[in-house]
């Protein structure tokens, strides 16, 4: 063999084996891409703009949007992705909603830069056409897929579910609202007729995981944590649901230090949290996707909003 042959040779011994080396370097050898993703949320806020009076109650100094704020934007800028959403009853309870109807609660809703948020019994209290003005003042839309407003002021006014796109995640998001029949007084909420809520509920998740292609599936839920009857609780609703991850609870003013898992119908975890009331936590669940493989929650914890 001549010096040009086994020159030739060794060439195609290199290429060839770059070659291999090179077709395998995005499968074989690249790391899978992980994309983290924060969830904060409130419920059942009622009103509560300031924090808590230095009375030497419980909760004395405790809460206010001042410091949510300031909590929101620090972890904001420690976190690449983050979602705020709230699951109702932002108004009554203090004497702003009483002199305001409600504003206030909203514009500052829109300065911490919420999400999207849900439809509460308590967000009623001031009828519909009050609804209707503080609303269109949101900046942020009212997720709510099992109250019919068509023959209501408030019809075209409320979406079922959105999709929100993070880092090539798709979250899909909507809400449910509680039964207004006994609760609500009728004049308040006039002919919005009431869905079931676990039928419209997984009939919603299937589109947003199946139509829409959502990554991750939230439901923002005014239906309560729990009771000691039938009626249908947020436990119930995700033992009996299909394609939800997490549910984001309020109107029972349940506090949980970290967010339960309960089994749906397939056998699978679904993710429940609720922080009180007042303002005084704010929820925060850690998720973490990658590609090709199941997601995580890394952590979930409900952050002490005080000084």
């Known amino acids: 063999m001549d010096a040009s042959q086994s020159s030739r040779r060794q060439f195609l011994k290199v290429f060839g084996t770059a070659a291999v080396v090179g077709s395998l370097a995005p499968e074989v050898w690249a790391k899978p891409k992980t994309t983290s993703l924060t969830i904060l949320h409130t419920n059942d806020v009622h009103s509560r703009l300031e924090p808590f009076p230095m009375d030497g109650s419980r909760n004395a100094g405790r809460g206010g949007i001042v410091r949510r704020a300031t909590l929101i934007e620090q ?8 979602l705020l959403f709230d699951a109702g009853d932002i108004f009554q309870g203090t004497p702003y909603f009483n002199v305001y109807k409600g504003e206030p609660e909203i514009l500052a809703m829109n300065r911490m830069g919420y999400d999207g948020g849900t439809i509460g019994n308590h967000d009623f209290d001031g009828g519909m056409d009050n609804m209707v003005t503080q609303f269109g003042k949101a900046a942020f839309p009212f997720l709510i897929a099992n109250y019919d407003f068509k023959n209501t002021a408030m019809n075209g006014r409320t979406e079922p579910y959105r999709v929100f796109k993070k880092d090539g995640l798709r979250i899909g998001v909507f809400g449910l609202g509680i039964q207004p029949e006994g609760l609500i007084t009728k004049e308040l909420y006039r002919e919005t007729r009431y869905l079931d809520p676990i039928e419209v509920g997984n009939e919603v998740a299937a589109t947003l995981r199946n139509d829409k292609k959502c990554d991750y599936v939230i439901c923002l839920s005014h239906l309560g944590y729990q009771y000691n009857d039938k009626t249908v609780s947020d436990r119930v609703f995700a033992s009996r649901s299909r394609n939800i991850d997490l549910i984001i609870g309020g109107h029972t003013h349940t506090f949980l230090d970290a967010p339960v898992n309960v089994l749906n119908q397939d056998g699978l975890p679904v993710l429940i949290n609720q922080v009180g ?30 000084s």
């Open 75 to 82: 972890i904001r800028n420690e976190q690449p992705n983050v």
């Open 277 to 306: 009331f007042a303002g005084i936590y704010l929820g925060r669940i850690d998720l973490m996707f990658e590609r090709g493989k199941a997601k995580m929650a890394t952590e979930g914890k409900a952050v002490d909003v005080k």
